[in-house]
Structures are given as structure tokens and as C-alpha cells.
T-cell receptor, first 114, second 113 residues
Framework: EADIYQTPRYLVIGTGKKITLECSQT?????MYWYQQDPGMELHLIHY???????EKGDLSSESTVSRIRTEHFPLTLESARPSHTSQYLC?????????????FGEGSRLTVL | AQSVTQLGSHVSVSEGALVLLRCNYS??????LFWYVQYPNQGLQLLLK??????LVKGINGFEAEFKKSETSFHLTKPSAHMSDAAEYFC???????????FGTGTKLQVIP
């Protein structure tokens, strides 16, 4: 049973607002990821982390930022939201080890920017 | 570079019929391959994975997939569809020591009663 949690599940905000999407996992996984998911599109990796104080940008350019101060916590922040940021954001984690591969996903945060 | 292609963004089958969801991969080195399932308003859940052991992999809920190197395919099958199988299915690949998983665009499975 995966134990990875995302809040909020749904968020509707106005343009220009700062938002933070929270992601926490209780499995002690070193690796954590943020994916952006749009209908009919593949999941795009926007950020990942291999451990505390490690963050990297993913394959898809994103204006969001992330931090990894604690192993269990990997929040994503948008300083000034725009309608183009409307999407579903999925957080995931995996155990350390080469090619472990298996990802555990949260239920997602669906963001709508008006 | 690694990539996956899922043929058919939508697949409809009758309840009790065979389910076949297609996935082809591209990888310069032997890959690890995965199928994930996403139910409405939920995150993705691992269905099964191929990690260079047996080429026929069995997963949860009666699904299985066969790794065919000659065809660079990893198609997902289930002999008899159930209404609860209606979901979106994603094929994914990781290869060459990369720590990042590449997903396909997904296939939505509709099961008709």
C-alpha cells in the first residue's frame, strides 16, 4: 500500500497568486518526482530529487520550483500562477537503487488558474 | 534515448471480451518496462513490470504482458474484461541506468456491458 499524499486535491485560483502544492511520503523513499499530466498527453517530468537538498529540473520546462529539506516532503511552488499552469500535478516517489523503476504516486493535485 | 508509443488513445471492449492494449518501446539498451493503471481522479498504480527475468509477466487484476524484443513490444492483455477494468493505462520505460521513467500517452479503456 503506497503512502504518498498530495494536498490540495483540487485548487481554483486567480492569475498572479502564489500557490504551493504539498507532497509527503511515509515510505522513506529517497527519490521523489513531480509530473505534469494533461489529457491525451504523456506524463511530463518537471522536477525530481534524489534526496535531501537535491533537486533537478525534468524534461519539461516549468516555471515552478521545488525544495527538499526533509526526506518525506517535496513541495512544488508557483510564485505567480497563470492560466497556462492549469493542469494536473502528480507527485511520486521510489526507493533508492539503480533501475528500481517502480513509482508510487499520490492522487494528484488538479490546479485551475482563472 | 528511450521512448514508448501506445497505439490507440481509446479502446472499447465488451464485458467478457479480450483486452489488448499495445505498447512499443525504443531503447538503445535492454529496458525495464512497466504498465501503470489510473482510475478516475486517482494517481497511477503499478500493474506489472518487466525487469529482464521471464518475458511473460503477470500482474494484478488478471493482467499480463509479454516482452518481445524482436518486435520491441510490451502489449498488455487480459482474457476477459470486467467493468472495473475501465481506466487509463500507461506504458512506461526506464533504461540505460537512467533514473527517470518515460511514459506513453496513455490508452483509455472503456468496457461496454
Amino acid at each position: 500500500e503506497a503512502d504518498i499524499y498530495q494536498t490540495p486535491r483540487y485548487l481554483v485560483i486567480g492569475t498572479g497568486k502564489k500557490i504551493t502544492l504539498e507532497c509527503s511520503q511515509t515510505m522513506g523513499h529517497d527519490k521523489m518526482y513531480w509530473y505534469q499530466q494533461d489529457p491525451g498527453m504523456e506524463l511530463h517530468l518537471i522536477h525530481y530529487s534524489y534526496g535531501v537538498n537535491s533537486t533537478e529540473k525534468g524534461d519539461l520546462s516549468s516555471e515552478s520550483t521545488v525544495s527538499r529539506i526533509r526526506t518525506e516532503h517535496f513541495p512544488l511552488t508557483l510564485e505567480s500562477a497563470r492560466p497556462s499552469h492549469t493542469s494536473q500535478y502528480l507527485c511520486a516517489s521510489s526507493a533508492a537503487g539503480l533501475n528500481t523503476g517502480e513509482l508510487f504516486f499520490g492522487e494528484g493535485s488538479r490546479l485551475t488558474v482563472l | 534515448a528511450q521512448s514508448v508509443t501506445q497505439l490507440g488513445s481509446h479502446v472499447s471492449v465488451s464485458e467478457g471480451a479480450l483486452v489488448l492494449l499495445r505498447c512499443n518501446y525504443s531503447s538503445s539498451v535492454p529496458p525495464y518496462l512497466f504498465w501503470y493503471v489510473q482510475y478516475p481522479n486517482q494517481g497511477l498504480q503499478l500493474l506489472l513490470k518487466y525487469t529482464s527475468a521471464a518475458t511473460l509477466v503477470k500482474g494484478i487484476n488478471g493482467f499480463e504482458a509479454e516482452f518481445k524484443k524482436s518486435e520491441t513490444s510490451f502489449h498488455l492483455t487480459k482474457p476477459s474484461a470486467h467493468m472495473s477494468d475501465a481506466a487509463e493505462y500507461f506504458c512506461a520505460v526506464i533504461s540505460g541506468g537512467y533514473q527517470k521513467v518515460t511514459f506513453g500517452t496513455g490508452t483509455k479503456l472503456q468496457v461496454i456491458p
